[in-house]
């Protein structure tokens, strides 16, 4: 989980196990790698990517209210997913509270998720991309949407 593109793909197949409520078999799996530090700093990336292809596609600003991060109940765990999806260092993660872990993971999925909506990405678009991640046996593919291209029925 830490060489590179595998966080990633774990951050797009989680996002989408999530959009389908599927997410417990892959949390496990995914978690017993490295607790979940890499899995964040993914989420979180993917998670600003698509907020910036949101507010391009809406000419709005996507924003996130601040209640959105209030659910993840451990101060370390929340300021982490918060700097995951700002972009900045997020600094040490207590993997101590796997509760809080795994809601900090979800709360930056459905955040991808949201800017999809607003970006009109569908869900397709992330099942491509999984897709794309495994067979492209390692290389760090990772496509950004096409806002016009998805507005099209
Ligand atoms: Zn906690």
Same mark, same amino acid.
């Given at each position: ?5 595998e966080a %990633?793909?774990?951050?797009y197949?989680?996002?989408? #196990?999530v !959009?389908?409520? +599927?997410?417990?078999? /892959?949390w496990?799996?995914? =978690?017993?790698a490295?607790?979940?530090?890499d ?10 990517l698509?907020?910036?292809?949101a507010?391009?596609?809406?000419g ?10 209030e659910?993840?109940?451990? %101060? ?7 700097a #995951?999806y !700002?972009?900045? +260092?997020?600094?040490? /993660?207590?993997?101590?509270? =796997?509760?809080?872990l ?10 991808q998720l ?9 869900l ?10 495994t067979s ?6 990772t ?5 016009g ?5």
């Amino acid at each position: 989980m830490t060489t590179g593109w595998e966080a %990633p793909r774990a951050g797009y197949l989680f996002t989408l #196990a999530v !959009a389908s409520g +599927e997410e417990d078999d /892959l949390w496990t799996a995914i =978690t017993s790698a490295d607790g979940g530090h890499d899995l964040l700093i993914a989420l979180g990336a993917q998670a600003r990517l698509m907020a910036r292809t949101a507010t391009t596609a809406t000419g709005k600003p996507f924003v996130v209210p601040a209640s959105v991060w209030e659910c993840i109940a451990c %101060p370390d765990v929340r300021s982490f997913a918060v700097a #995951a999806y !700002a972009g900045e +260092e997020p600094g040490e /993660l207590s993997v101590s509270c =796997t509760r809080c872990l795994r809601e900090a993971a979800e709360v930056l999925a459905r955040l991808q998720l949201a800017a999809m909506d607003a970006a009109r990405v569908p869900l397709a678009w992330l099942a491509g991309v999984c897709g794309q991640l495994t067979s492209a046996g390692g290389s760090p593919v990772t496509p950004l949407p096409d806002p016009g291209a998805a507005v099209a029925p």
